[in-house]
């Protein structure tokens, strides 16, 4: 067991109506808001007109920046820290997606940056001078509610990279609000939960308790609760609990007490968005299974893990130790595949022209080696062109 | 699925050798501290001399308050506040178990509460004034260094409660610190581990996914690791996997999504300790099988949740799910002796006769109505007396 640090200072407001609550935990930052916002689905389902009336009821001055991308960019980060400049905002209000609160992490540290804002994504630090930042969560996938970490694109330069800068004051977690996510985001959001707690699962250290139970409760949690989302999209138990697996997946709490390693899987899929602007738990779904047969076929050692996995999270069992490690990762493959995303690269339209850029670009920052089975950028060509 | 709120500003720090950080976490809050600890294993293990060394070197102004009792008496905390109060003291330091923590919580409140500190106690409430409280663990059980609470006697009125006051700045968890805690206290530790858990697990809320898994995991993580930690204590993976469910058990974590309930158990309990002052642990390892077996026949409707116990934390199986629910408070019970603490009132000296009155006295506050399945005066009596 390794040793950890936990400090996640984000209160976390679960449940039915919790936004009940906004005005007094936002009345504590100030009076004038920024209201970061995407594409428009918020507009679409009514909660935009209901928070712009609470806002100014509540005595607050809004300013908006809409239209943040699915894979927020730099550029979006610019323009928000300036408008954040110009009028003395007090405080950050993300509302939707893990795109939408990663880009107003950024643009709450940005705000008080002396430098250019791509400088502060490529050499993030914690603690540094921010506006208090308040989310609302609409989509049960990231976690981002819950932990420090922005993504963020740059398209001039086809980058896109995950920075540790800054955790929210409050987050708001409302099942009732994911009742409207249609099926193609619920399936991919549960993806991305399932993929950061297998990030962390698929590692060498065998001994730490209560990783191992809450990676495979989550795990466990997202298979019998996301098929129940798409069939039944208001059933609220079955949002409650993806979105509670979705904050608690990314918080790092999973992995104390385990070597932590470079997430590679989410290397290789953060250069497939960065390249092609597809969605993240798409990228994830295509990547993950061939990913695990690849490790498992560079370093069988790594078995008992994949046999763990087989047993623990999808009930299998079965003498033969071999034929149970592929079953397991054969049980994720088909579950991406019934929750209704696609399953290969061709299905995106995607070839094999920029796998060797990708996979130099992918194996900085010792994100491929930093693993349990370190990939080369031969590695990496290899699993992408299993994806095809 | 239930609303929650998850709010623990409590920076903790995990593994072997994290106190080395000791003085750059405790030197943010100031040169003056209180230190407070128990009986004296502190100086018989070596630790008080290493921190005292370690603190001078720092430029850190000691004093002291040592001889904190098993259950910690309001006498102390008034004492303790009393020297905060005449020194400027700017921050206190608990080096202890969860006593140690508690009663450090109280003088750090206390310190600036102006009124009687038994009223304090009985009036709890969080965000009042306080000195910033740092702590080092030495005994893994109540997981006093990750919640607020702190549980005070007052040996004049035969109380004892616990009052929810301030959570720990930073707690420091070093496992090694637990390898020289005899068998008799790292089995009550585990014990007390335990039933914080199955207060919480003993509910109603059955779809709360994380809860469940991460109920089981630390129930299922003790039985594995206390037997291992009590033949060997200095087995490291035991006494950290140890460590890390005490902290996480009484977090409150494990009933997020779930009803709230009284713990009826520990209510008992604390009248136990109140009148007989004995080693909580060993209180609760005596009171649960039996008001398990008292509520299960009472109300036979909540059979599925020790069916499920029986199943999913002691690997037990059958068809007759009567037997089953049975069966796994019998396993508990004999896991509970197995690990060397009485089982029964009469082994620790102690009659029936103050159980109408202690009955009467735990059934304040809901303590014993607010439960899943609630308990009279007469119940509790008849608790009490299956103890004997």
Redesign the interface.
Known sequence: ??????????????????TDRLTEELGRFGKNVLLVYGGGSIKKTGLYDKLMKTLRDGGFTVFELGGVEPNPRIGTVRKGAEICRENAVDVVLAVGGGSTIDCSKAIAVGTFYDGDLWEMILNPKMGRKALPLVDIVTVSATGSEFDPIAVISNPETNEKFGAGLLYPAVSFCD?TLTFSVPPYHTASGSIDIMSHIMEDYFSETP????S???A???L??VI??LPIALKEPDN??AR??LM??AS?ACSGIPR??KRHSGWPCHALEHELSAYYDITHGVGLAILTPHWMRFILKKDPSVRWRFVRFARNVWGLDGDDEDALALAGIDALERFFRESGVPMTLTELGIGSEHFVDMAKHADIRGRLTNAWVPLTTEDAVAVFTDCL
Chains 1, 2 share one sequence.
Do not use: R, W
């Not at 040793?3 to 996640?8: E, G, L, Q, R």
């Open positions: 067991m390794e040793n950890y640090v936990h400090a996640i200072p984000t209160k976390l407001c679960f449940g039915k109506g919790v099942p001994d730490s308790d209560l191992e139970g809450f495979e409760t989550v466990k949690s019998q609760n609220y138990s409650a609990n509670a697996n608690v104390y007490g």
